[in-house]
């Protein structure tokens, strides 16, 4: 067994924490969008509110990659 096959099987052997992770992280999108169009948006708060969402895109698309790659190993 290789170096990287030992590594994706321990991270894979938590992949139901990063289910929840993915979760998480898309509640906190959706709640992201959801203050962006019921609130008040001065030019700070906007561009805070596309780093946040930048923040969460690539976490959710890191996560979304690791889950991919552990339901690619699963037999």
Known sequence: MNASEEFWDILCAYDSYFYLMLV???????????AMALGEQSEGAFVVS???FGILGLTGGGLAVV?????RRSP
């Open 24 to 34: 998480v992280v898309t509640v906190m999108g959706v709640l992201n969008g959801a």
């Open 67 to 71: 889950l991919w790659q552990c339901n």
């Open 50 to 52: 596309l780093l946040v």
